[in-house]
């Protein structure tokens, strides 16, 4: 459900403001107007003076340093001190960027270093299969290389032709004394060696230069007489990197250890009291006094308010204002639901906030989402590996993460996933009705047929599965138009209320003929209920023909295509049914010895492993669908906006 | 009735709607992933409007059971 929100205003002399601002950051509970709406008074915006702005720039230049020298560090173990952080942003915030700024120079001066020599030798290990592979195209070239030197070259394809006018002046320059072999690197390039006597070197080398002819560079590190030596240096610098760059992630490492508490510090105060600053730009002021007017939970106010009394005093004054209509539409929205309906906020999370003011629809997802899903699923064997697999997943994962709440969906709908199961007779499908439960009668000496399901056989009872299914869905149906209704009275929206409640009459009247048509009501009562059945149906359709023209009656089309869609529960859980037939048939075609059995044990398993697995997601998606599309289709107003109180980041 | 002829239409009443349903969601799956990468806001109203023609594979669920279940037993005569 939605919290009740409370419109405040906060007034006092300026010289209370910082200490305002301070307190009501680390209370957290009031979210600020993006510009000031005092009542009764008109109000200039404050706007910063210039060491104020001067500050602000500093404060945020000094967070990128912090930023980026987080960033260069592996991740600390530690997290930052409580008390370090709430020490720091006590401090002024001058003292605060300036002994930031000095501390970011000292680490930088020993990280920097570090992280060059790490981009280097990263990029030195990513260079070095090329340079290998270069290398490799030119040593079949050269058979003996003997004392010659050698210059290899990479010419464009496109300047194949001067080749031969590199040999002519190879042959002027060194007297007829050298060798040129040719061969394909790829489409573009042509790997050329040159070998020939070292006396005329320096010649070869400035013809080479004069013809801008690209010679295969290597780091100098890597530059041995000859390719094979070349070589070897070459996979002997890869074998060493990985040494050394661990060795330098280790330095990284105590370092961010040492550091990475500290600076976390220093970003969580600095984050801390650039907001406080930059939130100043939505305050309204007069000549002596400043205004804040914002939005916070009622639960809240009087807690606000003695504590702005105690550390604040008295000159200053925080009151409950009346919201106009219009401001109450933009109210931010609080969902505020029992512990076990929070876990399902991770779906409505999905959607735009609830306007504020109108129902807030967790609760009923927390009740009819389990039952979707395990009336889908309906396996008790099922059930029990996936509330285990929950459970398990719930003790081992971090208490914080996203995830939890996810899990717990999980065990609340195994839960219900087991309750149908038991009413369906299904334990991996049809294996505890047909196998497993007649051996353990067999054993016991039990003379039973059979086992019946406490319900009906899914497999083999489709029609009911069916109208069961579409009974869920005319009562879910149903419940969303009684919410429509009630949340057209909230908002005194009466025209909404009247098409909700003449769909409602319309549901009703289709629900009776229905009774009268399945033959289910004495004969006696046939006649009267039609008539009523008749009366509500005709009243309904002039009533929703009147109220919305005609695309109300287009609408009806639309609702019964709505609890149609409920199908889904009985089509997927068919599939389910006999995905688990599959798994067992496979699981029994290895034969009935022991060996056959383990075989059979082991298909079955995968089988419904992945039954179990496909299980878990369709149900969900397809129960979440339900409850976004069908339900929340008839009732659900969106416009909500989210609660963005102003309060300090949690630590680090 | 031939029970060959219930199981032809009955597939094709299913297959036909699940090939329109597919076509459907082809058109706007990518669309929504390229909104969701934009705007994650969006991620519940992509969910909704993926969802909205697979309504169509439903029906052709149910018409495909009434195929098979219904029509058997009001081809069946009726004893006197």
Redesign the interface.
């Known amino acids: 459900m939605l919290l009740p929100m409370s419109r405040v205003q906060i007034v006092g002399t300026q010289d209370l403001l910082d200490q305002t601002l301070r307190t009501l950051h680390r209370l957290g509970t009031v979210q600020i107007d993006e510009e000031p709406h005092p009542k009764g008074a008109v109000v200039d915006r404050l706007s910063l003076s210039p060491e104020e702005e001067d500050l602000q720039e500093r404060l945020e230049a000094t967070i990128a340093r912090v930023d980026a020298m987080l960033s260069e560090m592996p991740d600390a173990d530690a997290s930052a001190d409580a008390a370090a952080c709430e020490a720091l942003w006590d401090e002024d915030p001058d003292q605060l960027a300036a002994g930031c700024s000095l501390q970011v120079d000292e680490l930088s001066a020993l990280v920097q270093p570090l992280a060059r020599r790490r981009d280097e030798l990263e990029a030195e290990r990513e260079a070095l299969p090329h340079y290998e592979a270069t290398i490799l195209k030119f040593l079949p070239l050269i058979r003996h290389p003997g004392e010659r030197e050698t210059v290899p070259l990479l010419i464009d394809r496109r300047r194949r032709e001067e080749l031969n006018r590199l040999r002519e002046r190879l042959d002027d320059i060194t007297n007829h004394e050298f060798q040129i072999v040719t061969a394909d690197v790829d489409q573009d390039t042509i790997a050329v060696l040159v070998a020939f006597d070292p006396a005329h070197s320096r010649r070869v080398h400035d013809l080479l230069w004069k013809e801008s002819i690209s010679k295969v560079r290597l780091p100098e590190n890597l530059v041995r007489r000859t390719p094979k030596e070349t070589l070897a240096a070459i996979k002997e610098r890869d074998r060493a990197i990985p040494a050394e760059l661990e060795a330098l992630d280790e330095e990284l490492a105590a370092l961010a250890n040492e550091w990475g508490p500290r600076l976390l510090a220093f970003h969580w105060a600095l984050r801390n009291r650039l907001a406080e600053l930059q939130v100043r730009s939505q305050l309204g002021v007069t000549a002596r006094t400043f205004v804040i007017t914002g939005w916070m939970p009622q639960r809240d106010v009087v807690a606000t308010q003695k504590a702005l009394q105690r550390e604040v005093g008295d000159a200053l004054i925080m009151e409950e204002v009346e919201a106009s209509p219009e401001e109450l539409h933009h109210a931010p929205s609080v969902m505020s639901n029992p512990p076990i309906a929070r876990n399902f906020e991770f779906f409505m999370d999905?959607?735009?906030p609830p306007t504020y003011g109108t129902v807030d629809p967790t609760i009923l997802m927390a009740v009819f989402f389990p039952i979707f899903f395990g009336f889908i699923l309906g396996d008790v064997a099922y059930g029990l590996v996936v509330l285990g697999v929950s459970l398990l997943a719930i003790r081992r994962l971090d208490p914080a993460s996203g995830m939890q709440r996810l899990l717990r969906v999980l065990v609340l709908s195994s839960i219900w996933c087991i309750i149908f199961g038991a009413l369906f007779g299904e334990f991996f499908g049809s294996l505890g009705s047909d196998v497993l439960v007649p051996r353990l009668f067999g054993l016991l000496g039990i003379k039973q047929g059979l086992p019946h399901p406490l319900w009906f056989h899914r497999g083999h009872d489709?029609?009911t599965l069916?109208i069961v299914a579409v009974a869920m869905g005319a009562i879910h149906i149903f419940l969303g138009f009684i919410l429509g209704v009630w949340n057209a009275w909230l908002e005194r929206k009466w025209g909404h209320l009247i098409e909700r409640a003449g769909m409602l009459v319309l549901l009703f009247a289709l629900f009776l003929l229905v009774l009268t048509m399945a033959g289910v009501l004495p004969s006696a009562l046939l006649s009267p209920v039609q008539l009523i059945a008749g009366v509500l149906l005709a009243g309904s359709l002039v009533v929703l023909a009147i109220v919305t023209k005609v695309v109300g009656l287009i609408e009806v089309f639309g609702t019964i295509?709505n609890i149609?869609?409920y199908?889904?529960l009985a089509?997927i859980g068919i599939s389910s049914v006999y995905l688990a037939e599959v798994a067992n048939e496979l699981g029994q075609i290895a034969g009935g010895e022991l060996i056959g059995i383990i075989i059979g044990v082991l298909i079955g398993a995968v089988f419904h492993t992945l039954n179990i697995v496909l299980g878990v997601f369709s149900p969900s998606i397809h129960s979440?669908?339900l409850h976004?599309?069908e339900f929340f289709g008839k009732f659900y107003e969106s416009g909500g906006h989210a609660f963005h109180p102003f309060a300090q980041e949690s630590l680090p | 009735m031939d029970f060959g002829m219930l199981a032809f239409a009955a597939a094709v009443a299913v297959g036909l709607t699940g090939l329109a349903t597919a076509w459907a969601q082809s058109k706007i799956g990518p669309a929504m992933a390229g909104t969701i990468a934009e705007r994650p806001e969006m991620v519940g109203i992509a969910i909704i409007l993926i969802a909205i023609p697979e309504t169509m594979v439903i029906l052709g669920f149910a018409v495909a059971a009434i195929i098979m279940f219904v029509l058997p037993t009001l081809a069946m005569p009726v004893a006197h």
């Open positions: 999905l959607l735009p489709i029609l069916i295509g149609l869609s199908i889904r089509a979440m669908r976004f599309v």
